[in-house]
């Protein structure tokens, strides 16, 4: 409720499938990154496959890899634009 309560709906909301909002980041880093830039997105639990899946799927963005928190859980995805 502490959330739930107090931030707007479009903050909790990621699409149907809640990646919608990586969907749109992602889009946007080939015109928002320098090339050699970096990137780095923290996800939730059980979305690195899809989320790199989206990061794959937008030409130009190399060295992705998915790191680690300090739980051994998938949490972050990093990368740089070519």
């Known amino acids: 409720d502490e959330v739930r ?6 903050a909790l909301d990621g699409g149907d499938d809640g990646l919608d909002p990586y ?5 946007a880093l080939p ?3 320098k090339p050699s ?10 979305q690195a496959g899809a ?4 990061a794959q799927s937008v030409s130009g963005l190399i060295n992705l ?3 680690k928190d300090l ?7 990093f990368g740089t634009l070519a």
């Open 5 to 10: 309560l107090h931030d707007p709906r479009l």
């Open 23 to 27: 969907r749109i980041l992602f889009s």
């Open 31 to 33: 015109e928002v990154l």
């Open 37 to 46: 830039g970096v990137f780095a997105f923290e996800f939730g639990i059980g």
């Open 51 to 54: 989320v790199m899946a989206l």
């Open 65 to 67: 890899r998915v790191i």
């Open 71 to 77: 739980s051994d859980i998938d949490r972050v995805i």
